[in-house]
């Protein structure tokens, strides 16, 4: 970009220099020809009265005087008087002048060129202005004044160097790789799949905290699928001219059009893919053209178009329902912060470079750093690193590595959720307690994995099905997810005799689930009535916008079910964490020494006896 600037910068110059001289060779001050000497009228007169001028020749205004040794000198009259008259006015005398032999010749008229000049300088720069323009928004990639090219890079072929990060380089996050397999064999051999008619996805969101290695994962696919490889990040769609962002996007999907098979990776979609139309936070009509664009691309591929689109968001929660419909992003894959054992793995590939002395355990490391994000990590070995090198030492040691965790943590961008030792134990008594609820009760899905590593906002999780997935759901069903959520609220009453509010969150979502039961689906003894048209609608936000069609006594039986609904939840939790405490016992312990407990070794510990 920089070297095209300044070429266009060079032939500016350039032009600029001939315009100079060319004034220069027009000019009399700067003539280009060596001049005669001058000769001062009082001079020319006297050596008129004494004969020693063979000629004069008189152009316009200037007098070029011939001598008998024929040396040649010049010198100029006023505009307004004879030549004789201005000889005599300095003494020569009448006879001698008319002696002479005088030549009159035409003035060259350069005027017309320089009218000429000052017309058409102007317009000849403006001409070479647009020139410029017109010409870079056209054609030249990556040009300086190129607006409407996306700047995505591209990996692998021309340019870039090839990313060599391959799925090796990602510690942890075997789900997600499992996942992503099948995309990548398919970018290595998208024949073997259109044989059998099998469509692959053609847009998959990867989503997690910042820092747990989206941009990574994406970048792996590409080294272990061989693949060409354009990155883009939401935010270069936006620009401060309108219908640039919507025309990068055409650009970009074109040019990896043209390189297919190929992954084309967005990165922080949520940039432009915002919920469209909402009034809150100012409306943005180049983001929603931007977004109109990406969507219409994704729609506009066909079965032998073998480009897949890769996105990452932290924010998923925010993104334009459009784009997670079918047939576009409708592959989401969740990146976890990494637990222990990923933490070890990670600070392992980011030592492989390093010199290492004996003492190092990064076992103990890992240990000590939960809740760091894969990006922490690797600051955290480069922060040992850069100790070592200052205290002049040629291996890092373990001290290094231990004080480096405090500087992450202590560091400039420390984000939230770091666990302490007692958050961690109060964390894992919490979560056994909702996964030990869950497993205990018919109507709940099977847990899949229970982790206190944080995700998102909430302090660990249970993952099981979400209840969210199912279209239609029972009134027992609500009710074992509320007694569900309800899980990590009682067992810290029970364990510790007072709650945290680490289940803020639990509590919110299992009064709205209650709320619910009550007002909108008839569920509770108020009978089969809608109360209060929930309109969701983004305008004001849904909770505001909520309307109330019932009477103030309504509003308190409805407040006095709810209430009903949730302490038997309660109730019913208490009970099952009571009967099973040693079973909570030993999932708790487990969480606190391996942070995660993957599904066989749940089911391992529910069925002992
Ligand atoms: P994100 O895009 O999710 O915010 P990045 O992919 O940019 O995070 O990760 C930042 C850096 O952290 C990566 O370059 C990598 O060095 C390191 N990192 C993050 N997660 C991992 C991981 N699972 N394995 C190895 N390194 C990781
Ligand atoms: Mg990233
Ligand atoms: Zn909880």
Same mark, same amino acid.
């Given at each position: 970009?920089?070297?095209n600037?300044s070429?266009?910068?060079?032939?500016?110059l350039a032009?600029?220099?001939?315009?100079?001289?060319l004034?220069?060779?027009?000019?009399?001050?700067f003539?280009?020809?060596?001049e005669p000497?001058?000769?001062?009228?009082?001079?020319l007169?006297?050596?008129i009265?004494?004969?020693?001028?063979?000629?004069i020749i008189?152009?316009?205004?200037n007098?070029?005087?011939?001598?008998?040794?024929?040396?040649?000198m010049?010198?100029?009259?006023?505009?307004?008087? &004879?030549l004789? !008259?201005?000889?005599?006015?300095?003494?020569?005398?009448?006879?001698k002048?008319?002696?002479?032999?005088?030549?009159y010749?035409?003035?060259p008229?350069?005027?017309?060129?320089?009218?000429?000049?000052i017309?058409?300088?102007?317009l000849?720069?403006l001409?070479?202005?647009?020139?410029?323009?017109i010409k870079?928004?056209?054609?030249?990639?990556?040009?300086?004044?190129?607006?409407s090219?996306?700047?995505?890079?591209?990996?692998?072929?021309?340019?870039?160097p090839k990313k060599?990060v391959?799925?090796?380089?990602?510690?942890?996050?075997e789900?997600? /790789?499992?996942?992503?397999?099948?995309?990548?064999?398919?970018?290595?051999?998208?024949?073997?799949?259109? !044989?059998v008619?099998?469509?692959i996805?053609?847009?998959?969101l990867?989503?997690g905290?910042p820092g747990?290695?989206?941009?990574?994962?994406?970048?792996?696919?590409?080294?272990?699928?061989?693949?060409?490889?354009f990155?883009?990040?939401?935010?270069?769609f936006?620009?401060?001219?309108?219908?640039?962002?919507?025309?990068?996007? @055409?650009?970009?999907?074109?040019?990896?059009?043209s390189?297919?098979?190929?992954?084309?990776?967005?990165?922080?979609?949520?940039?432009?893919?915002?919920?469209?139309g909402?009034?809150?936070?100012g409306?943005?009509?180049?983001?929603?053209?931007?977004?109109?664009?990406?969507?219409?691309?994704?729609?506009?591929?066909?079965?032998?178009?073998?480009?897949?689109?890769?996105?990452s968001?932290?924010?998923?929660?925010?993104?334009?329902?459009?784009?997670? @419909?079918?047939g576009?992003?409708?592959?989401?894959?969740i990146?976890?912060?990494?637990?222990?054992?990923?933490r070890?793995?990670?600070?392992?590939?980011h030592t492989?470079?390093?010199?290492?002395d004996e003492d190092?355990?990064l076992?103990e490391?890992a240990?000590?750093?939960p809740?760091?994000?894969?990006?922490?990590l690797?600051?955290?070995?480069?922060?040992?690193?850069?100790?070592?090198?200052?205290?002049?030492? /040629?291996?890092?040691s373990?001290?290094?590595?231990?004080? &480096?965790?405090?500087?992450?943590?202590?560091?400039?961008? @420390?984000?939230?959720?770091?666990l302490s /030792?007692?958050?961690?134990?109060?964390?894992?008594?919490?979560?056994a307690?909702?996964?030990?609820? &869950?497993?205990?009760?018919?109507?709940?899905?099977?847990v899949r994995?229970?982790?206190?590593?944080?995700?998102?906002?909430?302090?660990?999780?249970?993952?099981k099905?979400?209840?969210?997935?199912?279209r239609?759901?029972?009134?027992?069903?609500?009710?074992?997810?509320i007694?569900?959520?309800?899980?990590?609220?009682?067992?810290?009453?029970?364990?510790?005799?007072?709650?945290?509010?680490?289940a803020a969150n639990d509590?919110e979502?299992?009064?709205?689930?209650?709320?619910?039961?009550v007002?909108?689906?008839?569920m509770?003894s108020?009978?089969?009535?809608?109360?209060?048209?929930? @309109?969701e609608?983004?305008?004001?936000?849904?909770?505001?916008?909520?309307e109330?069609?019932? &009477?103030?006594?309504?509003?308190?039986?409805?407040d006095?079910?709810i209430?009903?609904i949730?302490k038997?939840?309660e109730?019913?939790?208490?009970?099952?964490?009571?009967?099973?405490?040693?079973k909570?016992?030993?999932?708790a312990q487990?969480?606190?020494?391996?942070?995660?407990?993957?599904?066989?070794?749940?089911?391992?510990?529910?069925?002992?006896?």
């Open positions: 970009m920089f070297k600037l070429k266009n910068l060079i032939s500016f032009i600029l220099l001939i315009v100079a001289a004034f220069a060779f027009t000019s009399e001050e003539g280009f020809f060596q000497e001058r000769i001062s009228p009082r001079e007169s006297e050596k009265n004494n004969e020693e001028i063979a000629e008189l152009v316009g205004n007098i070029e005087v011939i001598l008998e040794d024929e040396s040649v010049t010198t100029r009259k006023e505009p307004d008087i &004879s004789m !008259e201005f000889l005599e006015r300095w003494g020569a005398e009448e006879e002048v008319r002696a002479l032999s005088i030549t010749e035409e003035e008229d350069w005027g017309w060129l320089s009218t000429l000049l017309i058409l300088l102007p000849l720069f001409l070479i202005f647009f020139q410029l323009i870079q928004a056209k054609g030249g990639a990556n040009s300086a004044l190129d607006f090219k996306a700047k995505a890079r591209l990996f692998g072929e021309g340019g870039m060599d391959d799925f090796e380089d990602v510690a942890g996050l789900e997600a /790789k499992e996942e992503l397999k099948e995309i990548v064999e398919f970018l290595k051999d998208p024949k073997r799949f259109d !044989e008619g099998a469509k996805p053609k847009g998959v990867l989503t905290p747990t290695g989206k941009t990574l994962l994406a970048r792996a696919i590409s080294g272990e699928a061989d693949a060409p490889f990155e883009v990040s939401g935010s270069e936006i620009e401060l001219f309108v219908g640039v962002g919507s025309g990068r996007v @055409r650009d970009l999907f074109q040019k990896a059009k390189k297919q098979p190929c992954i084309v990776y967005i990165d922080e979609l949520d940039a432009i893919g915002r919920k469209r909402a009034g809150l936070g409306g943005n009509d180049e983001r929603e053209q931007t977004l109109n664009q990406i969507l219409v691309e994704l729609d506009g591929f066909d079965k032998d178009t073998k480009v897949v689109v890769l996105a968001t932290n924010r998923p929660d925010v993104l334009d329902p459009a784009l997670l @419909r079918p576009r992003f409708d592959r989401k894959i990146l976890d912060s990494p637990d222990l054992k990923a070890k793995k990670i600070l392992e590939i492989r470079n390093k010199p290492l190092v355990d076992q490391v240990e000590r750093t809740g760091f994000s894969g990006a922490d690797e600051n955290l070995t480069n922060e040992a690193a850069i100790l070592t090198a200052r205290r002049e030492k /040629k291996k890092v373990q001290e290094e590595l231990l004080e &480096s965790i405090e500087k992450v943590l202590l560091g400039p961008e @420390r984000k939230s959720h770091i /030792k007692k958050e961690k134990e109060i964390s894992a008594y919490h979560e307690g909702h996964a030990l609820v &869950s497993s205990l009760l018919a109507e709940t899905q099977e994995k229970v982790s206190i590593i944080s995700r998102g906002q909430a302090a660990g999780y249970t993952l099905m979400p209840m969210e997935e199912k239609i759901k029972s009134k027992s069903e609500f009710l074992s997810e007694a569900v959520l309800l899980g990590g609220y009682v067992t810290e009453k029970y364990k510790y005799k007072e709650t945290t509010t680490g509590l979502k299992a009064s709205k689930y209650a709320r619910k039961l007002k909108k689906y008839g509770s108020l009978g089969p009535i809608s109360y209060g048209g929930e @309109r609608h983004v305008f004001l936000g849904e909770e505001i916008s909520e109330k069609n019932y &009477s103030e006594e309504i509003a308190s039986k409805i006095k079910e209430s009903k949730i038997r939840a109730k019913q939790a208490a009970k099952l964490i009571k009967k099973n405490k040693d909570l016992e030993e999932l487990v969480l606190i020494e391996k942070e995660t407990i993957e599904k066989e070794e749940f089911e391992r510990i529910m069925n002992k006896a």
